[in-house]
C-alpha cells in the first residue's frame, strides 16, 4: 500500500497539469523507447512532467533564426552543469551566430556542428535516453519540428579536491587518494599506467540511481575469463540504486556469509595501480574514493604500498609486525582467558602469584571481564568515530579514564586486564583494511567464549574452523589462502618477507599467468664493477 | 559420474598420510606398547616402519592398476556386484571405526590429562564437527589444510621432542634388546596395523593430478611418520627410562619437562593443539572417505550430504565402543592388530589376487594397458 | 547454508552455555609451592604444604614493609598421600593447586621408613609437577622444616630454595646433588642405579640465646635452609647421608660436575691452601 502511494499521487498530479492536458501520452509513465515528440511546446510539458516541479531544473528559451523564428529550449539541472560552459559557449554563441539558418532542420546542424562550443556533442531520437543524458549534467537542445535532441557534456561540479586518504596513510608513498568522482579517478589511474592497454569499461548500475561503474584492467595481464566473470557479476545486478561500493562488493562477492571480505577496497592510486599490475581488475564506483579489486588472497589485506616503497628489510619487518598484530587482535584476550583460567601451570610461578594477587577482589570470572571491557572498548572506539571532531579528545579523555582507572579502583576489572584489552585494541587498528579488522574483531567474541568453556583447546578448535573456512573460500576464483593453501613456494616472495624490487621476476602465478614475467633477471644493483652488475651489463651487450 | 571433482597434489597426499599416522603415534602407539623393558619401544618401531614398506607397497600398487577409479568402484569390477559391495562396507565401516577410536582416544587424552571435569563428549563432538566440516568442503580443501597444518605439526613435535633436552639422558636406551625379540613382536604387530590404515590411498588416487606421485608421496609418508615415531620413542626413553611404562599418556608427561628459560612451563598446549589439528584432519579425510565410500555404493551424485550423519555415527561409535581409557588400551592391545591387519590385509590380497586373475583372463584389456605404463 | 547454522549454533551452544566444567578463576586456587611428607604414628601419613597468599604479596609491592607472611602453613593426615592431600581441602577454603609445586620434602624418619609408594601418587597425578626437587631434611620431620623456613630475601620459601636449585643444577657448586622427582623415580626402576636426594638442613638464623630451651627455642629462632650433601637411597629407602665432599665425589662419578672450587694444599709451601676453580669438567648427559 505504501509503496504504491508515490504512483497514486504521481497520477494525481500529472493528470492536474496543464501541459499535460492537450496530449494523452504525456501522463503516462516514459518507456524506454518513448519517440521524441514534433512540436516544442509538446516537449516542454513532457520534460516538466517528467522531473516534476524540481527546482534545480531550468527551462530556457532561445530564439535563433532570422528574426528570432525558431525556438530552441535549453535544459539542464542547475548545480551539475558548469555555468560558464553554458553561458560562454552555448547561450552567448548561439544568440551571435544562430541567424543565418532557414529552416529548422538547417538550424539544427547549424548547432551541431558549428555553433555549440562543447568538447562532446552528442545526438539522441529518444526522450528518454534525453532525459537520462540531462539528468546526469549533460545540457540538452530540443527545437521545434526537429525529432531529436542534442545534448552537450557541460558536466562541471562542485568536487573535492584531491586529497591524502584519511584511512589509508602511509608514512612513504604518494599523498593523493580517490575522490568521489569516477573520471578523476580513472584519469588517476591512467595517469599511473600510461599504456593503451589499460582498458576502462563503464556500466550504468542501479534502475534509479544509474551509477556508474567502471572495470579497469590491463589488457594482457587480466585473466580474459575474469574480466568476463567480473563482466557477469555486475550484469545481473539488478537493485534501484547504488550508493557506495560497499553495495557492489556484496552483490559480486563470492561468498556473502564469510565474516572475511573476499573483495579488496581501497582509497590509495597507487595500490590499485600496483594491483593491475599483477594482473588484477579494478572496479570503480561513481561517488565513492573507494576502490575494488579482484581477485584477492588473504595475505593482500595485510599488506600496504608502503611495504613495496620502503627498502626489503624495512618492508618485511613491517610486514611481519602486522602479521603479529593481527594474530594478536583476534587470539590476545581469549589466550590470556585460557591461560588464567584453564592452564595456570604454564606461567611461570612470580608472574602467576601476580595475576593472582591482582585479580583479588575482582567479582567477575575472567571470561565475563573480558567481555565486558572488550564491549566497552568496542562502544568507545565506534563513539570516537562517530563524533564530531571537537568532542571526540573530551571522550577519549573519559574512555581512559572510566577504563584505565576507575574501572580498576572500583575493583570492577584487574589491572592486567586492562593490559590486554587495550593491546588488542591497538593491535586491531593496525590491520591496514577495516573490513578485515573488523572481522577479527567480530570473531574475537567468538574465541573468547570459546576460551572461556573449553580453554586452549577451544582457540585451538576455533582458529581451526577458521582456517577450513578460509581454505574453502575463492575470491573470483583464486584461493583465498593461496600461497599458503595450497602451498606456492614461488609465491612466498611476497608472503611474510618481501624479496627486492629486482628480485620479483614474476607476478602472482594465479592472477598474472597472461604474461608471468614482470621483469628480467638482471635487476640486481651494484657498483659498476660488482659481479652483479658486470654479469648484468654482459647480458646486455 | 564424478562424486568428488577435486584434485589433489603428490605433497598434499602425503602431508594428509603422515598426519593420519601422527595421532596413532603419538597417542595410542606409546600407550599400549607395554614393552618390558621399555627401551626397546624404539627398536620396535623402527622395525614397524621398515616391515610395513611392502604392504604399502602392494596397497599402492593395486591402486595404480585401476586409478580412475576408488577401490569401492574397482573392487565391485573384480569381485561382482554382491561381494565388491561387501568389501565396500566392510571398508566404510573400518574407517568409521578407525574414526571412532581415534575421537575417543583424543578426548579420552584430554579428560584424563589436562580437563578431568569437562565431558568427553564436548571434546568429542567438536572434533567431529571441525572434521565434517572440512569433509564437507572436499578433498581439496582437505589436501591443503592437511600440507600446511602438517608442517605446522611437524613443528610443534620438533618442540615437544627437543625442548626437554635437559632432562634427557641417552644411556637409558641401553641396552638393546637385552631380552631379545619376542616382547616387542607384539608392539611392532600393533604399529604394523596402524600403517595399514593407508588402504585410505585407493579412495584418493582418482583424485590425484599426478598419479606418477603415488608411490613416492605413501613412501616418503611411512618414512616421515616412521621417523617422527621412532624419534618420539626414543626422547620418551630418555626422559622416562624405565617409568614409561606407568605412564599412560607419555606425550603430555614429556611437555609437561618443558620449561624454557624458566617463563614458559609445561607447555602440554603443544601437544595438545598438535593433536586437535591432526585428529581434526585426519577425521575430515576418514569421513571424506567413507562419505565418498558410501555414495559410491550407493550410486549418489553427491557425498556431501553423507558426511555429517557418518560423522554423527562415528561419535555415536566413539562412545558406545568403549567405557573408558581402559577399555581402549585393552582394546587395542587384544582386538586392533587383528581385526585392523585381517580386514586392509585380507581386502587387499583378495583384491590383488582377483586383479591377478582377471588382468591375465583380458590380456590385452584396459587393466594391463594401465598397469603398463604405470610402470 | 541454513541447515549449517542451526547445526552450528546447537553445537556452539552445547559446548559455550552447559558450563565452565574445567574452570578454574586464579582467586579460587590456593598455590602450593612446597609440600612436605612425613609418617606419623598409626602408619598415617602427614602432608605439610606450603600456599602462597597473593593478596599478602600485593600489600608488600604496595607498602614496602609487610609484617603478614606471604604464605600459608597447613598440615592434614591420611592413611595414604593421596587421602591426605584430599583431607587438605577441609581445612583450605581455596582448592589447593599442585602445578606449581617446586619442592617435595620428605622427613628423614619418613625416608628411612620408604617413599616409593608416596613419589608414585606425584608421578601419576597429572597436576603434579615431575620437575619437582626431591629433598630430604636431616635430622628433623618435613612438617617443622615447613613450618620454620624461611629465607630473608625472598618472600616465599620456595622461591628462595628455587633460587638456590637453580645455580645448583648451572653447576655452580659441585657438593650438592640435583634431585628432581622425575630424576628419582627413573633412578628408582631402572636396575643398577639407586636415587640420590638432596640432603638439607635447618640453619638457624640466629645462634639460640643461651638459657631459652624446647619450644620456646622453636618459636623464636627462624630457620634457613642448607643444601649439601646427599640423601641415599636403597629402593626407595632412605640408608644413610653423604658429606660435601662424598657427594662430589658422587657427581665426579656422574659426570654431572660443572663448576665448583677444590681447596688442595699448595704443593710447595706447606700450611697454604689454593682454591682451583673447576672451568670445565667432560659432561655426561
Not at chain 1, 250 to 262: G, K, M, R, W, Y
Not at chain 3, 34 to 50: F, M, N, P, W
Request: include cysteine.
Amino acid at each position: 500500500m505504501l509503496r504504491s502511494l508515490p504512483r497514486l499521487l504521481g497520477k494525481i498530479c500529472s493528470v492536474s497539469k496543464p501541459g499535460g492536458t492537450k496530449n494523452d501520452s504525456v501522463g503516462k509513465p516514459l518507456s524506454k523507447s518513448c519517440p521524441m515528440p514534433k512540436k516544442v511546446k509538446v516537449k516542454e510539458a513532457f520534460i516538466r512532467q517528467a522531473f516534476g516541479n524540481s527546482s534545480d531544473l531550468v527551462v530556457r528559451e532561445l530564439h535563433v533564426g532570422p528574426g528570432g523564428k525558431f525556438t530552441v529550449l535549453m535544459v539542464y539541472l542547475d548545480g551539475l552543469v558548469d555555468k560558464a560552459i553554458i553561458s560562454e559557449n552555448m547561450i552567448e554563441r548561439i544568440s551571435d551566430r544562430a541567424d543565418r539558418c532557414r529552416t529548422p532542420g538547417q538550424a539544427y546542424d547549424d548547432l551541431k556542428n558549428r555553433i555549440i562550443a562543447v568538447s562532446d556533442v552528442k545526438e539522441t531520437g529518444n526522450l528518454y535516453d534525453f532525459l537520462n543524458y540531462v539528468a546526469r549534467g549533460y545540457c540538452g537542445l530540443v527545437m521545434d519540428d526537429v525529432p531529436k535532441a542534442l545534448v552537450a557534456d557541460t558536466r562541471g561540479w562542485a568536487q573535492r579536491n584531491i586529497e591524502e586518504p584519511t584511512t589509508e596513510a602511509t608514512i612513504r608513498g604518494a599523498k593523493e587518494g580517490f575522490v568521489e568522482t569516477l573520471r578523476t579517478n580513472t584519469a588517476l589511474l591512467r595517469r599511473r599506467v600510461k599504456h593503451p592497454r589499460l582498458r576502462i569499461e563503464e556500466y550504468d548500475i542501479g534502475t534509479i540511481s544509474k551509477t556508474s561503474v567502471a572495470v579497469a584492467y590491463i589488457s594482457g595481464l587480466a585473466d580474459e575469463k575474469v574480466v568476463q566473470e567480473v563482466r557477469n557479476r555486475l550484469g545481473r545486478i539488478n537493485v534501484d540504486s547504488i550508493q557506495e561500493s560497499g553495495q557492489v562488493e556484496e552483490l559480486i562477492e563470492d561468498a556473502p556469509f564469510s565474516p572475511f571480505p573476499t573483495i579488496l577496497r581501497t582509497e590509495r592510486p597507487d595500490k590499485v595501480a600496483g594491483a593491475l599490475f599483477e594482473g588484477r581488475i579494478a572496479i570503480l564506483t561513481d561517488g565513492t574514493p573507494f576502490v575494488l579489486i579482484v581477485p584477492v588472497t588473504l595475505t593482500m589485506f595485510l599488506t600496504t604500498p608502503e611495504d613495496y616503497f620502503e627498502r626489503t628489510f624495512i618492508g618485511s619487518a613491517l610486514r611481519a609486525i602486522r602479521y603479529l598484530a593481527f594474530f594478536t587482535s583476534l587470539t590476545l584476550p581469549s589466550l590470556y582467558v585460557a591461560v588464567t583460567t584453564f592452564h595456570q601451570e604454564m606461567l611461570p610461578t612470580p608472574l602467576v602469584l601476580n595475576i593472582a594477587s591482582q585479580r583479588e577482589g575482582v567479582p567477575f570470572p575472567a571470561v565475563v571481564e573480558a567481555l565486558l571491557m572488550e564491549v566497552l572498548f568496542e562502544i568507545l572506539r565506534e563513539a570516537g568515530v562517530r563524533l564530531p571532531k571537537i568532542v571526540g579528545p573530551a571522550v577519549s579523555i573519559i574512555g581512559a579514564l572510566v577504563i584505565g582507572e576507575a574501572a580498576m579502583r572500583a575493583g570492577l576489572v584487574s589491572p592486567i586486564m586492562v593490559v590486554v584489552v587495550a593491546t588488542t585494541g591497538i593491535a586491531s587498528f593496525a590491520t591496514p583494511v577495516f573490513s578485515l579488522a573488523i572481522g577479527a574483531r567480530l570473531l574475537r567474541f567468538i574465541m573468547l567464549l570459546l576460551a572461556g568453556s573449553l580453554g586452549f583447546f577451544g582457540i585451538v578448535a576455533g582458529l581451526f574452523g577458521l582456517a577450513i573456512h578460509l581454505t574453502s573460500l575463492r575470491s573470483f576464483g583464486v584461493p583465498f589462502m593461496e600461497p599458503i593453501a595450497p602451498i606456492l613456494v614461488s609465491e612466498f616472495k611476497d608472503l611474510l618477507a618481501r624479496v627486492p624490487w629486482w628480485a620479483m621476476h614474476t607476478r602472482p602465478a594465479l592472477v598474472g599467468h597472461e604474461d608471468l614475467v614482470r621483469q628480467g633477471r638482471d635487476q640486481k644493483p651494484g657498483a659498476p664493477d660488482s659481479p652483479s652488475r658486470r654479469l648484468a651489463d654482459k647480458k646486455q651487450i | 559420474m564424478k562424486v568428488e571433482r577435486g584434485k589433489i597434489s603428490g605433497s598434499q597426499l602425503m602431508a594428509l598420510l603422515v598426519l593420519t599416522r601422527l595421532v596413532p603415534v603419538t597417542i595410542e602407539f606409546p600407550s599400549v606398547t607395554g614393552i618390558n623393558p621399555p627401551q626397546d619401544a624404539w627398536v620396535s618401531s623402527l622395525g614397524a616402519t621398515l616391515l610395513s614398506i611392502p604392504v604399502i607397497l602392494l596397497m599402492a600398487h593395486l591402486s595404480l592398476k585401476y586409478s580412475d577409479k576408488t577401490i569401492i568402484e574397482y573392487s565391485q569390477l573384480l569381485l561382482g556386484n554382491f561381494f565388491g559391495k561387501i568389501v565396500g562396507f566392510v571398508l566404510v565401516w573400518y574407517w568409521l571405526s578407525v574414526a571412532a577410536t581415534m575421537l575417543r582416544s583424543v578426548g579420552d587424552a584430554y579428560t584424563t590429562a589436562i580437563m578431568p571435569e569437562t565431558p568427553i563428549l564436548a571434546f568429542i563432538i567438536t572434533m567431529a564437527l571441525l572434521g565434517a566440516n572440512a569433509a564437507r568442503s572436499g578433498l581439496e580443501v582437505v589436501g591443503r589444510l592437511g600440507e600446511v597444518n602438517m608442517l605446522v605439526v611437524i613443528l610443534f613435535v620438533l618442540l615437544t621432542l627437543s625442548l626437554p633436552y635437559k632432562v634427557m639422558s641417552f644411556e637409558n636406551l641401553l641396552p638393546v634388546l637385552a631380552r631379545g625379540i619376542k616382547p616387542i613382536m607384539l608392539p611392532m604387530g600393533t604399529a604394523i596395523s596402524f600403517f595399514v590404515e593407508f588402504i585410505i590411498l585407493g579412495m584418493v588416487v582418482p583424485c590425484l593430478n599426478d598419479t606418477g606421485a603415488l608411490i613416492r608421496s605413501s613412501l616418503g609418508a611411512v618414512a616421515i611418520s616412521g621417523a617422527v615415531m621412532t624419534a618420539f620413542t626414543v626422547v620418551l626413553i630418555a626422559v622416562f627410562g624405565p617409568t614409561l611404562s606407568s605412564l599412560m599418556l607419555p606425550a603430555f608427561s614429556l611437555a609437561r619437562m618443558i620449561s624454557i628459560g624458566e617463563f614458559l612451563e609445561r607447555l602440554e598446549v603443544i601437544p595438545m593443539g598438535a593433536w586437535t589439528i591432526t585428529v581434526a584432519i585426519t577425521l575430515a579425510f576418514f569421513f571424506w572417505a567413507s562419505a565418498v565410500g558410501m555414495a559410491q555404493l550407493f550410486g549418489l551424485r553427491r557425498f556431501q550430504s553423507l558426511v555429517y550423519p557418518l560423522a554423527a555415527i562415528s561419535v555415536a561409535f566413539s562412545i558406545l565402543f568403549f567405557e573408558s581409557f581402559l577399555d581402549l588400551e585393552l582394546y587395542f592391545n587384544e582386538v586392533w592388530v587383528a581385526y585392523s591387519l585381517s580386514v586392509t590385509l585380507g581386502i587387499t590380497i583378495i583384491l590383488y589376487v582377483a586383479a591377478l586373475v582377471r588382468g591375465r583372463s583380458s590380456a590385452s584389456g584396459k587393466v594391463t594397458r594401465l598397469c603398463r605404463r604405470n610402470r | 547454508m541454513s541447515k549449517f547454522i542451526i547445526i552450528f549454533i546447537t553445537a556452539f551452544s552445547a559446548s559455550t552455555l552447559t558450563g565452565c566444567w574445567n574452570r578454574r578463576e586464579l582467586d579460587t586456587l590456593g598455590f602450593v609451592t612446597a609440600l612436605g611428607v612425613d609418617r606419623t604414628g598409626e602408619s598415617k601419613i602427614e602432608i605439610t604444604v606450603h600456599v602462597a597468599k597473593p593478596f599478602a604479596i600485593a600489600r608488600a609491592t604496595e607498602s614496602s614493609v609487610s609484617p603478614e607472611k606471604a604464605f600459608w602453613v597447613v598440615s592434614s593426615t591420611g592413611s595414604t598421600a593421596f587421602e591426605a592431600i584430599r583431607n587438605l581441602l577441609l581445612q583450605s577454603p581455596r582448592r589447593p593447586f599442585y602445578a606449581h609445586n617446586r619442592f617435595i620434602v620428605i622427613g628423614e624418619e619418613c625416608a628411612r621408613a620408604g617413599v616409593g609408594d608416596i613419589l608414585d601418587l606425584f608421578a601419576r597425578d597429572g597436576e603434579a609437577r615431575r620437575l619437582a626437587r626431591v629433598e630430604v631434611v636431616k635430622g628433623s620431620t618435613a612438617r617443622q622444616f615447613l613450618e620454620q623456613v624461611e629465607f630473608e630475601l625472598e618472600r616465599l620459601p620456595s622461591e628462595g630454595g628455587q633460587g638456590i636449585s637453580r645455580y645448583v643444577q648451572e653447576g655452580v657448586s659441585a657438593e650438592p646433588v640435583d634431585c628432581t622427582l622425575n630424576s628419582f623415580l627413573r633412578c628408582l626402576e631402572a636396575e643398577g642405579v639407586e636415587p640420590v636426594a638432596v640432603r638439607v638442613e635447618a640453619v638457624p638464623k640466629m645462634p639460640a640465646a643461651p638459657g631459652s630451651v624446647g619450644d620456646l627455642l622453636r618459636d623464636q629462632v627462624k630457620i634457613s635452609s642448607k643444601h649439601g650433601g646427599a640423601a641415599v637411597f636403597k629402593g626407595d629407602k632412605l640408608v644413610g647421608w653423604l658429606d660435601e665432599r662424598e657427594t662430589r665425589g658422587v657427581n665426579w662419578v656422574t659426570g654431572k660436575v660443572r663448576s665448583g672450587i677444590l681447596v688442595i694444599d699448595q704443593p710447595n709451601e706447606k700450611g697454604k691452601l689454593v682454591s682451583l676453580e673447576i672451568l670445565r669438567a667432560p659432561r655426561a648427559s
